[in-house]
Each structure stands twice: as structure tokens, then as C-alpha cells.
């Protein structure tokens, strides 16, 4: 009996339309990354629910194996891009160190997470038009981080070596900023990144030095 061997390809290893039959592309490296910048534009410009994982695969010229090896579900990918924004106030938080905390040193924090938001707006607005999809996420992994960026925020605002009136200004500056560019997303949608980060930062200095 004649026993016949096959090669086993990788879900992630996926040819693209026109290749030969029976070769196997090389891995790429990025495709998770690319199945999230896909889906990033899918959910934020038809909707969570109105996107399928079909349509993900189709336009990244995929299967669906090779997202599923990524990603266990549609949901899997949305949390993934969740957790994009937590990284903005982790690495924020992660860049005062220990250095005793002022306000200028604070500004200077917001400063850079003006650049990281405004340079990722399109996760600002995946969240304002997909609330009801982002309430429903529930992870270990997801609550441990909020958790984690919330307390080291309340340590920072909680720090009596800082005078009271210097933390009131630093916490209302963090909703200033989230307001501005979270919550309020579509209003500026036409606003240059430029134009929108200057006048952040003139109303943070506001809010900051009076």
C-alpha cells in the first residue's frame, strides 16, 4: 500500500490569490498586526456588528483558519484593539519613573500622550462608535490592566507630597484630555492632528498653570 505524504501549512502561512498550486507562501511575521489594523478600519467604519470575520479574512486576501489561529473569535480581535488604549496611560504612567511628580513634569507626560493618542485616533474612535460592543468585553487580562493603570494613577494623585492643589489640576487635566480626544472623537474628525494637538495643549497648560 502506497502511503502519501502531505505538508501541513501554517494558518498564518497563507498564499496569496494567483500563487501556484500546492506552494505555501513564507510566514509573515505581521499578520496579526495586520489582522488588527483591518479590523480597525472594518469596526470603525461599519460597525463591530456589522463586520464579520469573513470580511476581515477577505480583505486581508486570507482564511479564516488564518485568523482563527490569531484570534479565537471576533471578540478576541476587539479586545486586542481595547487593550491599544490602555497601552496609552500604562506607557504614560510607566514614563514619570520615580522622579518626584510636578506639574511640569506632568505636562511634559501629556504632552507625549497627546502624539501617542492623536497618532492612533482611529482606536478613539472604534471606541465612541462601538460602546455597546466594548461594554460587553470581560477578561481577566483586561480587568487586571485597568486595574493596574487606575491604581498607579490614584498613587501619583494621592501623593501628599504633592500640594492638594497641584493634584485636583493634574486629575481634571487627564479628563480634559480623554474628553477632548475620547469622548468627542467624531466632533473633530475634521481637524488636522496638528491643529488638534496645539489646542489640546493650550488648554492643558490652562488647566495646569491657571
Given at each position: 500500500m502506497t502511503q502519501s505524504h502531505t505538508t501541513q501549512q501554517r494558518p498564518d502561512a497563507v498564499g496569496q490569490?494567483?500563487?501556484g498550486v500546492g506552494q505555501v507562501a513564507e510566514p509573515r511575521p505581521d499578520t496579526r498586526q495586520r489582522?488588527?489594523?483591518v479590523a480597525l478600519d472594518l469596526f470603525t467604519e461599519q460597525g463591530y456588528d456589522g463586520t464579520?470575520?469573513?470580511?476581515i479574512a477577505e480583505k486581508l486576501g486570507v482564511t479564516k483558519a488564518a485568523?482563527?489561529?490569531h484570534f479565537e473569535s471576533k471578540e478576541d480581535i476587539l479586545q486586542a484593539l481595547h487593550m491599544r488604549l490602555h497601552d496609552f496611560g500604562r506607557d504614560a504612567l510607566v514614563q514619570l519613573g520615580d522622579r518626584p511628580v510636578t506639574l511640569e513634569l506632568w505636562r511634559?507626560?501629556?504632552d507625549a500622550l497627546v502624539d501617542q493618542m492623536l497618532a492612533q485616533r482611529k482606536i478613539l474612535l472604534l471606541h465612541q462608535r462601538n460602546e455597546a460592543a466594548l461594554?460587553?468585553?470581560?477578561?481577566?487580562?483586561?480587568?487586571a490592566e485597568h486595574d493596574d493603570i487606575q491604581n498607579r494613577l490614584r498613587l501619583v494623585l494621592g501623593d501628599p507630597a504633592i500640594p492638594?492643589?497641584?493634584?485636583?489640576?493634574?486629575a481634571a487635566s487627564v479628563g480634559v484630555l480623554f474628553s477632548?480626544?475620547?469622548?468627542?472623537?467624531d466632533a473633530f474628525a475634521g481637524s488636522s492632528e496638528q491643529e488638534l494637538g496645539t489646542l489640546l495643549r493650550e488648554v492643558l497648560r490652562d488647566v495646569l498653570h491657571g
Amino acid at each position: 500500500m502506497t502511503q502519501s505524504h502531505t505538508t501541513q501549512q501554517r494558518p498564518d502561512a497563507v498564499g496569496q490569490a494567483g500563487g501556484g498550486v500546492g506552494q505555501v507562501a513564507e510566514p509573515r511575521p505581521d499578520t496579526r498586526q495586520r489582522i488588527l489594523d483591518v479590523a480597525l478600519d472594518l469596526f470603525t467604519e461599519q460597525g463591530y456588528d456589522g463586520t464579520s470575520l469573513r470580511e476581515i479574512a477577505e480583505k486581508l486576501g486570507v482564511t479564516k483558519a488564518a485568523l482563527y489561529y490569531h484570534f479565537e473569535s471576533k471578540e478576541d480581535i476587539l479586545q486586542a484593539l481595547h487593550m491599544r488604549l490602555h497601552d496609552f496611560g500604562r506607557d504614560a504612567l510607566v514614563q514619570l519613573g520615580d522622579r518626584p511628580v510636578t506639574l511640569e513634569l506632568w505636562r511634559e507626560m501629556l504632552d507625549a500622550l497627546v502624539d501617542q493618542m492623536l497618532a492612533q485616533r482611529k482606536i478613539l474612535l472604534l471606541h465612541q462608535r462601538n460602546e455597546a460592543a466594548l461594554e460587553k468585553l470581560h477578561s481577566r487580562a483586561h480587568e487586571a490592566e485597568h486595574d493596574d493603570i487606575q491604581n498607579r494613577l490614584r498613587l501619583v494623585l494621592g501623593d501628599p507630597a504633592i500640594p492638594v492643589g497641584d493634584r485636583v489640576r493634574m486629575a481634571a487635566s487627564v479628563g480634559v484630555l480623554f474628553s477632548g480626544l475620547f469622548l468627542a472623537g467624531d466632533a473633530f474628525a475634521g481637524s488636522s492632528e496638528q491643529e488638534l494637538g496645539t489646542l489640546l495643549r493650550e488648554v492643558l497648560r490652562d488647566v495646569l498653570h491657571g
